[in-house]
Nanobody, 126 residues
Framework: QVQLVESGGGLVQAGGSLRLSCAASGRTVSRYAMGWFRQAPGKEREFVVGIGWSGASIRYGESAKGRFTISRDNTKNTVYLQMNSLKPEDTAVYYC???????????????????WGQGTQVTVSS
């Protein structure tokens, strides 16, 4: 089993920045691709960005391109999401996720991910 715990969410003004963290425990999570999704009220869960097990492979969702950066520190079993130039439409619960198969590249499909955190709220005020 893999346990994922997100942190770093909060309230920020439009144009500001936040850095989310996802601390993983359980299996050797450094071997697994991970990603961030988000879900706004009344909307489906949306892919934000994914990173492969080594960090070399990254895939961005349309909403994240040019503003968000994903990184991972496998020595700390932690994945980060740096969010810049935040907009009110970025308001959502952000979820960290890990795929089930080891040594994979970045993934963008919800169905590729086997483990999920509880989410952290990000609210961007206008």
């Amino acid at each position: 089993q893999v346990q994922l715990v997100e942190s770093g969410g909060g309230l920020v003004q439009a144009g500001g920045s936040l850095r989310l963290s996802c601390a993983a425990s359980g299996r050797t999570v450094s071997r697994y691709a991970m990603g961030w999704f988000r879900q706004a009220p009344g909307k489906e869960r949306e892919f934000v960005v994914g990173i492969g097990w080594s960090g070399a492979s990254i895939r961005y969702g349309e909403s994240a391109k040019g503003r968000f950066t994903i990184s991972r520190d496998n020595t700390k079993n932690t994945v980060y999401l740096q969010m810049n130039s935040l907009k009110p439409e970025d308001t959502a619960v952000y979820y960290c996720a890990a795929v089930g198969a080891a040594f994979g590249l970045a993934r963008s499909s919800y169905s590729d991910y086997a483990y999920w955190g509880q989410g952290t709220q990000v609210t961007v005020s206008s």
